[in-house]
């Protein structure tokens, strides 16, 4: 995976953002966005004590066949992706990735950046689709941005996600061949 310099799209606001492999000593501002995030409990199912450091780096960066990539804008941490296989063996075939965009640098195209690096990493490793097993419906920004990007929900898992405003919603499951 190379650094690659990305302007956002037009309609955000103007801002370069950089995006290249994780390194160790990018944990911690993963793990502390994850934790945040977590926290927040709109996006991901884990609790944020279930997600330990240790999970948490296993999870990002050491689990087999994981690729880490951060992005960074006017040099501070953006956010995140990891790619993976979905499934081992006769599914292998079938990429899965995570995203977490920083509050600081929502709205700005970051998002849309991790998402298009997320298609070509798992392009690069052979993949011939890419499959989002856990969308919350209600977090609109991702669900417009995933179709954006030529993803469909293939799935719907109703009332999948204890939302901790709005109560039990949707989650779909959304795909996209490569």
């Known amino acids: 995976m190379d650094v690659m310099l990305m302007k956002a799209p037009t309609g955000h606001t103007s801002q ?50 994981t690729h880490c990539c951060v992005a960074e804008s006017g040099g501070k941490f953006a956010g995140v992706f990891a790619v993976r296989p979905n499934r081992t063996g ?10 977490i965009v ?21 392009k690069s490793l052979h993949y011939q689709s890419i499959q989002y097993n856990f969308v919350v419906s209600v977090n609109e920004v991702a669900v417009k941005l995933w179709k954006a990007l030529g993803y469909s929900i293939v799935g719907t898992l109703p009332k999948g996600f204890q939302h901790p405003a709005k109560g039990l919603v949707d ?8």
């Open 16 to 65: 370069e953002v950089t995006l290249r492999p994780a390194t160790p000593a990018d944990f911690a501002a993963i793990y502390d966005l994850f934790q945040s995030i977590l926290h927040e409990g709109t996006t991901y199912s884990y609790s944020p004590e279930e997600m330990t450091k240790e999970r948490s780096l296993q999870y990002w960066m050491e689990a087999p066949g």
């Open 90 to 99: 006769r599914a292998g075939h079938v990429a899965n990735a995570s995203f």
């Open 102 to 122: 920083h509050p600081d640098h929502r709205g700005k195209g970051v998002g849309r950046a991790l998402g298009l690096r997320a298609i070509e990493v798992a």
């Open 171 to 178: 989650v779909y499951i959304m795909h996209r061949y490569l």
